[in-house]
């Protein structure tokens, strides 16, 4: 303030000694401009009440002088100016008033974005909380889908896997199943291909030659008798350890076992005729000789019986109604 009195009273005098036409009116009023310029810096200091007095009678110039000083301070804080000279157009205490409105505005302002800012900051806080929630329970979801898609595919493999094994257990009984068709076909050629051959000997026996039926034999050694009929009939159909009477004797079907036992009685029938005074051979006793020949005539309706017998147990053999029930006596059986 002193500067800006000191600064005035220098332009006054400069003003006075530059222009010689400078009025003693103006003198007066600049003189009068500069003493309340002065009284204004002095009010500052404590005066006493009688020189109060004297400033307030020119309350106008100070008022203007009051305004100059407020626009140079207003120029440095960016509020509106006054120029000297100028009416006022807001008092002192409008002017206070605004600019503590103001400043409540801007307080306000910088509550609300103090607390924005909190508010962001508050967020900012919690998104990492949320963000990690998010990520936990997509990481629990894809877990589940996993686990979803895992108990899925080993129920896939469990399906596949049982479904493997059906159709193991299928092919092996499909397999077994034509093993046991297969013993059974077999089993079957065998004995009706011996019935066959049997049979030819029989014709052998009776007849000096197949081409000349007519012409029957006289005698035939006994050994040949037993090696082509009585003995392959042992072996094969009745009494022997594979033939069919004694392997399938507990599952025998009934036709069968009767065929088997007319056969078994016609052989042993026959065999007794070879040996020495048509002696019957018993159980625990020594083995009666044989014959060195026999008539043919005397074993003829023997040979003849047995071949008809034969023939009976080939035809239940070959029938198809019986194969199933072959096949069950072949498949218990101990023999191959």
């Known amino acids: 303030m002193k500067h800006n009195i000191i600064a005035s009273m220098f332009v006054f005098l400069f003003l006075t000694s530059c222009n010689p036409d400078f009025s003693p ?8 401009e500069t003493s309340t310029l002065t009284d204004l810096g002095k009010s500052k200091i404590p005066v006493s009440r009688s020189r109060k007095s004297a400033a307030d009678l020119s309350g106008t110039d100070i008022a203007t002088k009051i305004t100059v000083e407020e626009s140079v301070n207003n120029k ?71 686990q979803r898609q895992k108990e899925e595919e080993e129920k896939q493999r469990q399906k596949e896997e049982e479904e493997k094994q059906r159709q193991k257990e299928e092919e092996e009984k499909q397999r077994q199943k034509e093993e046991e068709e297969k013993r059974a076909k077999d089993k079957i050629e065998i004995l ?46 009745t009494d022997g350890s594979n ?30 005729k070879l040996n020495v005074d048509n002696q019957r051979y018993t159980w625990g006793s020594n083995e009666p000789k044989l014959k060195e020949n026999v008539k043919v005539v005397e074993i003829e309706s023997d040979l003849d019986k047995l071949k008809s017998e034969l023939k009976g147990v080939k035809e239940y053999l070959k029938n198809k109604s019986n194969f199933e029930k072959i096949k069950e006596n072949i498949v218990n059986s101990v023999d191959e």
């Not at 050694?221 to 003995?231: F, H, L, P, Q, R």
Request: no cysteine; aromatic share 4%; charged share 40%.
């Open 243 to 272: 033939a069919i009477y004694t392997v399938w004797y507990d599952d025998l079907d009934t036709d069968l076992k009767e065929l088997l036992e007319k056969l078994r009685d016609t052989r042993s029938n026959l065999r007794v």
């Open 192 to 237: 009706t291909k011996k019935i066959d051959e049997i049979n030819r000997d029989i014709d052998a026996i009776k007849h000096k030659s197949l081409l000349l039926e007519d012409v029957k034999r006289e005698i035939v050694a006994a050994t040949e008798a037993i090696d082509k009929i009585t003995g392959p009939i042992y072996d094969h159909f």
């Open 25 to 32: 009116n103006q003198k007066e009023k600049t003189s009068k």
């Open 76 to 146: 440095r804080i960016g509020e509106p100016l006054t120029s000297i000279g100028d009416p006022i157009d807001m008092s002192t205490e409008e002017r206070s008033r605004s600019i503590g409105l103001t400043n409540d505005i801007e307080a306000a302002e910088l509550l609300e974005s103090t607390k924005s800012q909190g508010t962001s900051s508050i967020k900012d806080a919690q998104s990492p909380k949320k963000t990690e929630q998010e990520l936990a329970k997509t990481e629990e979801e894809q877990r589940k889908i996993k």
